[in-house]
């Protein structure tokens, strides 16, 4: 074979481990999710990114009680595959306006994960805002109105 043909082969064989690295950590998030939603099926969950060029990136879920008080902080980053989450007991318990107005508290020496954990929040505070759809009938128009 020549040169051209060994390097196809070594790009193929690189290009198939990403591709299986990003399906193995997509899982892991997907798995942590449901389990957090599965255990928490009260209250808001709501998920941050900060995209990292070089540096490392960032995913932040964060879960709250219906009133409002962190329950659960994941934080993973990292620059490759092989991330898993980490909690991070220190805010549990802490109010989510107490956060908000020191997400930095958080970025001591990483910088993406305030944003992450701003982007989580905003989430968090769009999910609130929407309306709750009303069990039962309440939604349907009948023949008379």
């Known amino acids: 074979m020549a040169i051209w043909q060994w390097g196809l082969l070594a790009l193929a064989v690189v290009w198939a481990l990403q591709s299986l690295g990003v399906w193995l950590q997509m899982r892991h998030y997907s798995d942590v999710l449901k389990g957090v939603t599965s255990k928490y099926n009260d209250g808001f969950v709501g998920a941050g990114n900060c995209r990292g060029r070089l540096g490392k990136?960032?995913?932040?879920?964060?879960?709250?009680t219906p009133d409002l008080?962190?329950?659960?902080l994941l934080e993973m980053s990292g620059r490759s595959v092989f991330a898993k989450f980490r909690r991070r007991e220190e805010f549990e318990g802490m109010t989510l306006d107490a956060l908000r107005s020191d997400p930095n508290a958080l970025g001591e020496g990483e910088p993406g994960v305030a944003e992450a954990v701003r982007r989580a929040i905003e989430q968090i505070d769009r999910m609130r805002a929407e309306p709750k759809e009303r069990p039962g009938l309440s939604g349907l128009k009948t023949i008379g109105a």
């Open 69 to 72: 008080v962190v329950r659960r």
């Open 57 to 64: 990136g960032v995913i932040v879920l964060i879960v709250v």
